[in-house]
């Protein structure tokens, strides 16, 4: 049975960083790629960032480049993403999941928050 648990998230103020973690089982991580997804609340899934099953290249989306970075470790059947310089439109729920599509059933993601 295919999981995917997020964990990590939390309250931050601006500025501050966090690090998303996603642990994966039942299937072979190592042979897919892995994306972050977020919603937030009143809003439509929102793409975050990708990285391919050898993890040689990663993408980021416009918003996250120079402050997230996603990154994995096969050994551990792990994802993360690396959030820095925090922002208040950062706030939002986030999953991971295999890419590209089709996805796994979603899990239930790990909320963010950034308050002032």
């Known amino acids: 049975q295919v999981q995917l648990v997020e964990s990590g998230g939390g309250m931050v103020q601006p500025g501050g960083s966090l690090r998303l973690s996603c642990a994966a089982s039942g299937f072979t991580f190592s042979n897919y790629g892995m994306v972050w997804v977020r919603q937030a609340p009143g809003k439509g899934p929102e793409w975050v960032a990708a990285i391919v099953a050898d993890g040689s290249t990663t993408y980021h989306a416009d918003f996250a480049k120079g402050r997230f970075a996603i990154s994995r470790d096969p050994t551990k059947n792990a994802m993360y993403l690396e959030m820095d310089s925090l922002k208040a439109e950062d706030s939002a729920v986030y999953y991971c999941?295999?890419?590209?599509?089709?996805?796994?059933?979603w899990g239930q993601g790990i909320q963010v928050t950034v308050f002032s």
């Open positions: 999941n295999t890419s590209p599509p089709p996805y796994w059933s």
